[in-house]
């Protein structure tokens, strides 16, 4: 690796890494509000558009992982800075994930777009709302360095972990009402899914957040909702 | 962070942390193959050993976290080094991540073993050995840093994503056939899923080893088998 000189200091190093990071957020919400939108809409090129855009997400990652790495090895930076430096890798890597799962929902919404009409448990929807709240209050934790915000945000997943419990069992049912219902509530269980998926990556932002901001773990367990592994339906009458 | 006074060389901490990582893929490989056996003998115990031994895979990660942190902020390394470093801490990221896939898949047959009995499509052993095998051969490339092994191994994926797709339609498929299959198909489904997850993490890793040996990324596009999220089924007879 060559070594360039440059002008810019270490601390516009920095911020131009937090921005890009800043800016990978902004396109992971749009992302999660496009794939929800889609879904409640039932439209496909809606869907389409969200995963066409994911590639820009993922360049961004790049770039950051990039930024990173010339960070360290050309300004050799200590505890604090090298704190800040390795949590905007660790959230990038969040916020990819993120783009992904958004994506995974548009193409599954392009797929239930040309099935027979569905029922849309309003669940979804909401849990898709209420994680994009999440993400966007950790996002603001991140800038404003917030470690209390962080906090708040981190606790709310509770609430996700339980409506995707409730919408587990749903879709389920619907599924064992009619078979004519499996193909699109299969598709609906795997957004349910990936929505409490973002929810997690969420909770991992909030965690290095921080971890970034106080420079001690929050360790404390975080609550957990999500105890659908361990469900077995009854089975319907007559069965 | 107080900086200590060590006798110990850059290489031998270097060492120790390439020794942590192999020691989680040894641990992930367990994981992966108590989660199939469970599976395949419907033996919840097992499972449940499955669940409990993921918290050993996620302290290593602590350590390989703080090791890498350390010999960042220390030892201050340049170009090759530093890419051995940053590899680590992605490999011991995926590794994390696939533990917490095997300990899913513990959790699902702890639910399995309760209900009624089910017929295990035979793919879904056979994904699981399949993935063991690509990350194990992924992991050897690593320790021997061999960049063509980790290429080798990448390009098996493809067959994972087949058996996926196959399966998906398969399960969906005995769900229509009898609404008493819903409940324990469903799981299955998610276990598929996440065997295939297990793939794309073991993918991951072979693309960091591959970078980490030769410098370059490894951008061929991956070949992609899993197009379950565009599958719409068709519906069965009078639906």
Redesign the interface.
């Known amino acids: 690796?060559a070594v360039e000189h440059t002008v810019k200091s270490f601390d516009d190093e920095l911020k131009g890494l937090v921005e890009v990071v800043s800016r990978m957020a902004g396109l992971a919400e749009a992302q999660l509000q496009g794939a929800i939108q889609a879904l409640v809409r039932r439209d496909g090129e809606i869907g389409n558009r969200v995963v066409q855009e994911d590639a820009r997400i993922d360049d961004l990652e790049h770039q950051v992982s990039a930024l990173t790495?010339r960070l360290?090895?050309l300004r050799?930076p200590?505890?604090g800075d090298?704190?800040d430096i390795?949590s905007a890798l660790k959230i990038s890597?969040d916020l990819e994930r993120i783009g992904d799962y958004a994506a995974?929902i548009g193409?599954?919404v392009?797929?239930l777009s040309?099935?027979?009409p569905f029922r849309l448990p309003a669940g979804i929807p909401r849990m898709g709302w209420l994680v994009q709240n999440i993400l966007h209050e950790v996002m603001e934790a991140f800038t404003e360095r917030d470690a209390a915000k962080a906090l708040a945000a981190w606790q709310k997943d509770e609430e996700v972990d339980e409506t995707y419990s409730g919408l587990f069992r749903e879709l389920?049912t619907h599924?064992?009402e009619d078979?004519?219902n499996?193909?699109a509530c299969?598709?609906l269980?795997?957004i349910a899914?990936n929505i409490e998926r973002v929810g997690d990556h969420a909770t991992n932002v909030a965690e290095t957040v921080y971890y970034m901001v106080r420079g001690e773990p929050l360790d404390a367990i975080r609550p957990k909702g999500d105890n659908t592994?361990?469900?077995?339906?009854p089975?319907?009458d007559g069965?």
Chains 1, 2 share one sequence.
């Open positions: 690796m790495v360290l090895a050799q200590m505890a090298l704190r390795v890597s995974n193409k599954r392009i797929a040309q099935t027979a389920l599924m064992m078979p004519r499996i193909s299969t598709h269980l795997f899914k592994s361990l469900l077995t339906m089975l319907p069965a």
